[in-house]
């Protein structure tokens, strides 16, 4: 089984990218941002106790987003592949993920970065914000999302890169191009 990580800062293309992986893999997409706004669209209880958090810019509680996970997971079967997208966004969050999977008998096959510089990300997040109507898009949220990125997702650069499963993947170009990209290096551990 293939297990994929692919991060990057809000804006990279993460989500489009990972639906890219799912078509042409055929694995399954796990989004823990998704999962999080459909709970707040349907206005669930769990919606309710991070819509405040996500609305603000921050990071859920560590402890809610592995437990949203575990039980996403337990319903992941009959794919030769899981796509994670977004997470794990902090160090205690991978250790975690690690410990998850092995229980499963898996492993973190490949991390994929999408690296894109700020100018691009802020501008690719308003016309998020318009075009897709995302209130955690804000002028403001961008920035306060961006520095958690900095301050807590991008030192697991050095903890996946210590495990010899990360790649860089440029995220500027076209879609089909960055996703050329992508394909080149999960063909490359298949």
Excluded: W
Excluded at 74 to 83: A, F, P, Q, R
Excluded at 107 to 114: K, T
Excluded at 154 to 171: F, H, M, S, T, V
């Amino acid at each position: 089984m293939i297990n994929l990580i692919i991060f990057g800062p809000p804006g990279s293309g993460k989500g489009t990218q990972s639906d890219n992986i799912v078509s042409k893999y055929g694995f399954h997409h796990i989004s823990t941002g998704d999962i999080f706004r459909n709970e707040i669209k349907n206005k669930t209880s769990l919606g309710m106790e991070v819509k405040g958090i996500i609305d603000d810019g921050k990071l859920v509680p560590d402890e809610l987003v592995l437990k949203v996970l575990e039980s996403t997971l337990d319903k992941c079967t009959n794919h030769h592949g899981i796509v994670f997208d977004g997470f794990p966004r902090t160090r205690f969050q991978a250790e975690e993920l690690k410990k998850i999977l092995n229980a499963r008998s898996t492993e973190i096959s490949i991390v994929l970065s999408l690296e894109v510089d700020e100018e691009e990300l802020a501008h690719r997040l308003m016309n998020r914000n318009v075009e897709m109507d995302r209130t955690d898009d804000t002028t403001e949220i961008v920035q306060k999302r961006l520095k958690v990125y900095h301050d807590t997702t991008e030192p697991l650069i050095r903890y996946y890169k210590g495990r010899g499963i990360y790649k860089a993947i440029q995220g500027i170009g076209t879609v089909e191009e960055i996703f050329g990209k992508i394909t080149y290096e999960i063909d490359k551990v298949i």
